[in-house]
């Protein structure tokens, strides 16, 4: 059981990224699927989080406005549109599976996952 985090990479302020996270299988379907972002020196935070059906989703306050996420079913793959982007977004973006006990209302919190995607640098220059 994997997850496959991708599309991160150098952009200027103001640009886009849209990075996806790949499941290698329907097992998480039951799940939440969060993002969240790891700054040097910084802990993990919490950047949004949606569930498979698509119905419920939720945002970082720093991030509500200018990033979405979004889920396809079919595909296995969940997504986060990044647009505006700001050098203060410049971390190592993670895409997780949020446990089949964790409440909807933990959703922000690391603890609430357990399984990780590999990470995928996010880099915003000025």
């Known amino acids: 059981v994997q997850l496959q985090a991708s599309g991160g990479g150098l952009v200027q302020a103001g640009g886009s990224l849209r990075l996806s996270c790949a499941a290698s299988t329907r097992w998480f379907s039951n799940r939440g699927m969060g993002w969240f972002r790891q700054a040097p020196g910084k802990e993990r935070e919490f950047v949004a989080h949606i569930t498979w059906s698509g119905s419920s989703t939720f945002y970082a306050d720093s991030v509500k406005g200018r990033f979405t996420i979004s889920v396809d079913s079919a595909k296995n793959t969940v997504y986060l549109q990044m647009n505006s982007l700001k050098p203060e977004d410049t971390a190592v973006y993670y895409c997780?599976?949020?446990?089949?006990?964790?409440?909807?209302?933990?959703?922000?919190?690391?603890?609430?996952?357990?399984?990780w995607g590999q990470g995928t640098q996010v880099t915003v220059s000025s």
């Open positions: 997780a599976a949020r446990k089949a006990s964790a409440t909807l209302s933990a959703a922000r919190e690391v603890t609430s996952y357990d399984f």
